[in-house]
Protein backbone atom coordinates (compact mmCIF):
# COMPACT_ATOMS: atom_id res chain seq x y z
CA UNK A 1 0.00 0.00 0.00
CA UNK A 2 1.41 3.50 -1.26
CA UNK A 3 1.65 5.90 1.86
CA UNK A 4 2.66 9.33 1.95
CA UNK A 5 3.07 10.28 5.57
CA UNK A 6 3.66 14.14 6.80
CA UNK A 7 4.90 15.78 9.49
CA UNK A 8 6.24 18.66 11.34
CA UNK A 9 3.39 21.25 11.44
CA UNK A 10 2.16 23.27 14.09
CA UNK A 11 1.62 26.68 15.36
CA UNK A 12 4.09 29.12 15.07
CA UNK A 13 4.57 33.13 15.01
CA UNK A 14 4.72 35.09 12.09
CA UNK A 15 8.49 34.91 10.89
CA UNK A 16 9.31 31.80 12.40
CA UNK A 17 10.33 28.57 10.60
CA UNK A 18 8.75 25.24 10.48
CA UNK A 19 10.56 22.33 8.55
CA UNK A 20 7.65 19.47 7.12
CA UNK A 21 8.54 16.02 6.34
CA UNK A 22 6.87 13.77 3.95
CA UNK A 23 7.74 9.87 4.51
CA UNK A 24 7.32 7.61 1.38
CA UNK A 25 6.16 4.03 1.90
CA UNK A 26 4.63 1.22 -0.17
CA UNK A 27 6.82 1.90 -3.35
CA UNK A 28 10.55 3.60 -4.03
CA UNK A 29 9.99 7.45 -4.91
CA UNK A 30 13.38 8.25 -5.99
CA UNK A 31 12.58 8.20 -9.79
CA UNK A 32 9.30 10.19 -9.13
CA UNK A 33 9.04 14.18 -8.92
CA UNK A 34 7.79 15.05 -5.44
CA UNK A 35 5.82 18.29 -4.57
CA UNK A 36 3.79 20.37 -1.60
CA UNK A 37 0.63 21.74 -2.22
CA UNK A 38 -1.31 23.59 0.69
CA UNK A 39 -5.39 24.52 0.96
CA UNK A 40 -6.99 26.63 3.27
CA UNK A 41 -10.63 27.52 4.72
CA UNK A 42 -12.37 28.16 1.71
CA UNK A 43 -9.63 28.00 -0.98
CA UNK A 44 -8.71 25.95 -3.59
CA UNK A 45 -5.45 23.78 -3.40
CA UNK A 46 -2.34 25.65 -3.69
CA UNK A 47 0.80 24.77 -5.53
CA UNK A 48 3.79 25.50 -3.25
CA UNK A 49 6.97 23.51 -4.23
CA UNK A 50 8.38 21.03 -6.45
CA UNK A 51 11.33 19.18 -7.40
CA UNK A 52 12.40 16.82 -9.46
CA UNK A 53 13.64 12.95 -9.14
CA UNK A 54 17.04 13.90 -8.26
CA UNK A 55 16.74 17.31 -6.23
CA UNK A 56 18.69 19.54 -9.32
CA UNK A 57 15.58 21.51 -10.04
CA UNK A 58 13.08 22.96 -8.07
CA UNK A 59 10.23 25.65 -8.46
CA UNK A 60 7.86 27.50 -6.31
CA UNK A 61 5.30 30.19 -6.66
CA UNK A 62 6.32 33.97 -6.35
CA UNK A 63 4.43 33.81 -3.18
CA UNK A 64 6.87 31.47 -1.25
CA UNK A 65 9.97 31.95 -3.55
CA UNK A 66 12.75 33.04 -1.36
CA UNK A 67 11.26 31.75 2.00
CA UNK A 68 10.43 27.88 1.18
CA UNK A 69 12.99 25.57 0.17
CA UNK A 70 11.95 22.01 -0.80
CA UNK A 71 14.33 19.03 -0.58
CA UNK A 72 14.28 15.61 -1.03
CA UNK A 73 17.01 12.14 0.47
CA UNK A 74 16.23 9.49 -1.92
CA UNK A 75 17.85 7.12 0.08
CA UNK A 76 15.25 8.01 3.14
CA UNK A 77 12.56 8.10 0.41
CA UNK A 78 11.69 11.39 2.46
CA UNK A 79 10.64 15.09 1.08
CA UNK A 80 11.35 17.90 3.08
CA UNK A 81 9.69 21.86 3.05
CA UNK A 82 11.63 23.89 4.99
CA UNK A 83 9.62 27.02 5.68
CA UNK A 84 11.35 30.50 6.73
CA UNK A 85 9.92 33.80 7.12
CA UNK A 86 6.10 32.59 8.07
CA UNK A 87 3.60 34.70 7.22
CA UNK A 88 -0.25 34.88 8.90
CA UNK A 89 -1.41 34.17 5.22
CA UNK A 90 0.50 30.72 5.04
CA UNK A 91 -1.48 28.81 7.55
CA UNK A 92 -3.11 25.76 5.75
CA UNK A 93 -2.91 22.02 5.51
CA UNK A 94 0.17 21.28 3.92
CA UNK A 95 -0.09 17.84 1.72
CA UNK A 96 2.79 16.22 0.12
CA UNK A 97 2.45 14.38 -3.19
CA UNK A 98 4.30 12.00 -5.68
CA UNK A 99 4.08 12.02 -9.87
CA UNK A 100 4.95 8.87 -11.28
CA UNK A 101 4.38 10.43 -15.04
CA UNK A 102 8.35 10.16 -15.38
CA UNK A 103 11.18 12.66 -14.68
CA UNK A 104 9.87 16.06 -14.81
CA UNK A 105 9.12 18.76 -12.50
CA UNK A 106 5.33 19.59 -11.83
CA UNK A 107 3.08 22.40 -10.51
CA UNK A 108 -0.32 20.93 -11.03
CA UNK A 109 -2.00 19.17 -8.51
CA UNK A 110 -3.36 17.04 -11.81
CA UNK A 111 0.04 15.98 -12.38
CA UNK A 112 0.35 14.22 -9.19
CA UNK A 113 -0.92 10.25 -8.28
CA UNK A 114 -0.38 10.21 -4.55
CA UNK A 115 -1.11 12.49 -1.46
CA UNK A 116 -0.49 12.97 2.11
CA UNK A 117 -3.31 13.40 4.35
CA UNK A 118 -1.87 16.70 5.23
CA UNK A 119 -0.24 18.28 8.48
CA UNK A 120 -1.55 21.71 9.87
CA UNK A 121 0.44 24.61 9.91
CA UNK A 122 -0.85 28.04 11.63
CA UNK A 123 0.98 31.41 12.09
CA UNK A 124 -0.12 33.71 14.51
CA UNK A 125 0.09 37.08 14.03
Known amino acids: QVQLVESGGGLVQAGGSLRLSCAAS????????MGWFRQAPGKEREFVAA????????VYPDSVKGRFTISRDNAKNTVYLQMNSLKPEDTAVYYCAASVYGLGIYSKSSDYNYWGQGTQVTVSS
Open 26 to 33: GRTFSRDG
Open 51 to 58: INWSGGST
